[in-house]
């Protein structure tokens, strides 16, 4: 049999040209033993066991087209007892197909007598043993049949004698018998050991051994274990057959040619690196072990794997999952209501709450859907391919769209891309229309802006993050552009920026534009300043380029980082004109700006010592006074809590204060004041430094240039 291509059916083999389990010369060897053993005299009864799946249908229909080869007067009657509803239908079911084999030309008489058969054998049905020396007065029982035209003995030697007459012997062919219900399972061993045991008439039961072994033990025939049971059906069956198990190479070569033929027919790629099918590949063997059991999972795989398109799922991961479906159901159903722990993202939250990190979850209860023994380490090793989690030293990626990724995870149950997530290909369409020059990039823009529900532009922004920050690769991320930047930078602005206990929409924003500038390529700073320009807030300007400058992770060349460097200096003398603007307004000054960024930055990159002269000119003209300035120095922080956030004083940053004060002034020799600690006026914040500013205790810094790309 060839590796199904499209929409596979479980249906046997009919004929040896399709064998490609190398069972061919089994039927032969089998075929011939049929037609040997056949004697006149009495009824052989042949059994083939093998596992559910492991082709024994297929083995059974080899062994029927042999037979006829090999020896054409025998007829094959096919008795499916499992099709019946009771006892009374399976006697009549057995001599219906047993007549049915017979030749049509000469065997009406014989029909005629195996009917007057059914007649009399199936009221009595129920009160014959199955062994034992009971069978004998079963025998006498049959043949004192009150009200019978015709004794059971009479009938059986009558139709033995006009079998014998045909000269054609028949081979009555039973498959699945492990299907039956014990009740069912007993008529039938029934009619083989007496009933049916016409000679001539010889018997093929295939059947699943083990299965079998357990109906037995719950039917009322004595069998109380499995080795009684065995010893029970040596009675039955004179020839056990035995379909070969699949060997480990045969399943390797299914699996693999399935698969590439899978993905060949998809238009799917393969990861070559991905090698985590070979890390399962004993778990696989285990349960892997019947023809069915593979081609079930290639057909499953067939269904689903369209369903999504190949970079928004892994495709390995995938797999590993329809395993799983198949194998262990119940396992794979409790997966979406672990997901915070096989994510790693409950690990996430306790270390944040500060619980600690190192408690193990009770993998043993996750486990419990799988029954004990070696069919749970193998889904245990599936779990820890899938779930690196699982295996504390494992070092397995956990990068997108890996199952084990909490904003992909429910990709793989629903099986498409769900309401609360994005996909990837839109986020990179958003991507390359951005980057092209001059775009105006409004799929970046609609997807920063749209938020359709809750969480939505974190998702966003968390999957740009995702694609250029410095850990990644940036495999199939578009290459940074100056108009990638302009388009992001003018969005800052619009992301929601309120305080939050983690990082708000506006800071990943910020982290994003501060990851496209490590991976900026050559540009002039006069282009970045334009894109840069493009968010008018001086104040996140200068904090994504303290944050780019101040990196570990020098840009990706030294004409970059010119035009950082360039920028900064730029952004300095902006502020140094913004600083001077706001401190002559003095209490009237905007609350929500943010002059000590303003000053940070300056000391960092720009000119304070030239700023500070302006600065202490102005003072002595009287336009503001040492206390205003101070009052820029004061820090404000935001409480949360359910409520809007609120702000708070603080503390007082002397040595940046320093930087920029006066060397004398009547404000170091005041005492300290109690403030409102919630009032965040200048006024307020002007009467908090009093007792806390303190003269500069050294010569303040003179204007220096800006780190080098090796001090960063």
């Given at each position: 049999?060839?590796?199904p291509?499209?929409?596979?059916i ?7 040209d ?7 010369h ?5 075929a ?6 056949h004697?006149?005299?009495a009824s052989?009864?042949f ?6 799946g492991?082709g024994?249908t ?10 006829k080869?090999r020896?054409?007067?025998w ?5 499916t ?6 006892a ?12 049915a084999?017979l030749p049509k ?9 195996l ?5 009399v054998?199936?009221p009595w049905?129920n009160l ?7 069978l ?19 009938a059986?030697?009558e139709?033995?004698?006009?079998l014998r007459?045909l000269?054609?012997p ?7 018998i492990?299907?039956?219900q014990?009740?069912?399972l007993?008529a ?7 009933l049916?045991?016409?000679p001539?008439?010889?018997y093929l ?26 010893l029970f059906m ?7 057959l ?7 190479h ?8 399935g ?6 027919d998809l238009?799917?790629s393969w ?8 890390d399962?590949?004993?778990s ?7 023809p ?11 269904h689903y ?15 590993l ?8 159901p119940?396992l794979y ?9 096989l994510t ?12 600690r ?9 996750l ?6 023994g070696?069919?749970r380490?193998d889904?245990r ?9 699982l295996?504390p030293?494992?070092m ?12 992909y995870?429910?990709?793989?149950f ?9 996909a990837?290909t ?7 229309q951005a ?43 578009p290459?940074?552009?100056?108009d ?7 969005q800052?602005?619009?992301?929601e920026?309120?305080?939050r ?5 506006r800071d990943?924003g910020?982290y994003l ?5 490590e ?6 700073p006069e282009?970045?300043e ?5 968010c ?5 300007r200068a ?17 970059a980082?010119e035009?950082?460097t360039?920028a900064?200096?730029?952004l ?8 001077l ?9 905007e609350?929500?700006?943010s002059?000590?960024t ?9 000119k304070?010592?030239d ?14 006074t040492?206390?205003d300035l ?6 404000i922080?935001?409480l ?9 004083i ?17 404000l170091?020799s005041?005492s ?11 006024a307020n914040?002007?009467t ?6 303190q ?13 080098s790309?090796?001090?960063?």
């Open positions: 049999m060839t590796i291509q499209q929409n596979w479980d249906e046997p083999i009919h004929c040896k399709k064998d490609t389990l190398q069972r061919g089994l039927a032969e060897q089998a011939l033993l049929v037609a040997s053993t004697p006149w005299e052989v009864v059994g083939l066991t093998g596992p559910w492991s024994k297929s083995m059974v229909e080899l062994i029927i087209e042999e037979l080869e020896s054409p007067e007829r094959v009657a096919r008795f007892p499992w099709a019946t509803s009771d009374t239908s399976l006697m009549s079911e057995f001599f219906a197909a047993l007549a084999a030309d000469r065997g009406d008489s014989v029909r005629r007598v009917g007057a058969c059914a007649t054998a199936t049905l014959v043993p199955v062994v034992g020396p009971a004998q007065e079963s025998v006498r029982l049959l043949a004192d049949a009150a009200n019978q035209q015709k004794p059971w003995d009479e059986f030697a139709a033995s004698a006009l007459e000269n054609t028949v081979l009555v062919v039973a498959d699945d492990d299907r039956l014990s009740d069912e007993v039938l061993l029934k009619v083989v050991r007496l049916g045991r016409f001539g008439v010889h039961l295939a059947y699943d051994e083990q299965t079998l072994t357990e109906n037995l033990q719950d039917a009322s025939v004595g069998v109380a274990d499995a080795d009684r049971a065995r040596e009675k039955i069956v004179q020839y056990p035995t379909v070969p198990p699949l060997l480990t045969q399943m390797h070569w299914r699996l693999e040619e698969l590439n033929a899978l993905f060949e238009g799917r990861d070559e690196n991905d090698d985590r099918i070979s399962v590949l004993q696989f063997e285990s349960q892997l072990n019947t069915r059991s593979i081609y079930r999972l290639l057909a499953q795989l067939r794997l369209p369903l999504q398109k190949q970079k928004e799922v892994n495709d390995v991961d995938l797999i999952l329809t395993f799983l479906h198949l194998q262990f119940d159903s409790a997966l979406p209501r672990w997901k915070t722990v790693g993202a409950q690990q996430e939250l306790d270390r944040f709450a500060r619980r990190g190192d408690i193990q979850p009770e993998w043993d209860e486990l419990g859907f799988v029954r004990e070696d069919s380490q889904a090793k599936v779990l820890e391919t899938l779930f690196p989690v295996n030293h494992s397995g990626n956990r990068s997108a769209p890996r199952v084990c990724a909490p904003d995870f429910n990709r793989y629903a099986h498409t891309i769900p309401q609360a997530d994005i990837d839109e986020i990179l369409s958003a991507l390359d980057s092209a020059p001059e775009s105006d990039g409004q799929l970046l823009v609609a997807l920063l802006t749209e938020n359709s529900y809750p969480g939505r532009i974190d998702l966003v922004l968390k999957k740009l993050r995702t694609l250029y920050a410095p850990e990644s690769s940036g495999h199939g991320a290459t940074v552009t100056v990638l930047i302009r388009v992001v930078a003018g800052l602005g619009t992301l920026h309120t305080s206990m983690l990082s708000s929409p990943q910020r534009l501060t990851d496209l500038l991976r900026l390529p050559p540009t002039s282009k970045l334009e894109a840069l320009a493009a008018p807030d001086w104040v996140e904090q994504i380029l303290r944050l780019a400058l101040s990196s570990k992770r020098a840009p990706a060349s030294p004409q980082f035009a950082l360039a900064a200096t730029s300095s003398e902006e502020i140094s004109r913004t600083l603007k706001h401190l002559s307004q003095r209490d009237k000054a609350l929500s700006s002059p000590f303003g000053f940070m930055f300056i000391r960092m990159f720009g304070s010592s700023l500070r002269e302006r600065i202490l000119t102005r003072i002595n003209q009287g336009l503001f040492a206390e101070a009052a820029r120095f004061v820090t922080q935001h949360i809590g359910p409520r809007e956030p609120v702000p708070q603080g503390d007082f940053d002397q040595d940046l204060f320093a930087a920029y004060a006066p060397p004398r002034d009547m170091y005041r300290m004041e109690a403030v409102e600690m919630s009032n965040a006026s200048w914040r002007r908090y430094t009093r007792g806390r500013a003269p500069p205790t050294t010569p303040p810094p003179t204007n220096g240039s800006t780190p790309s090796g001090d960063i």
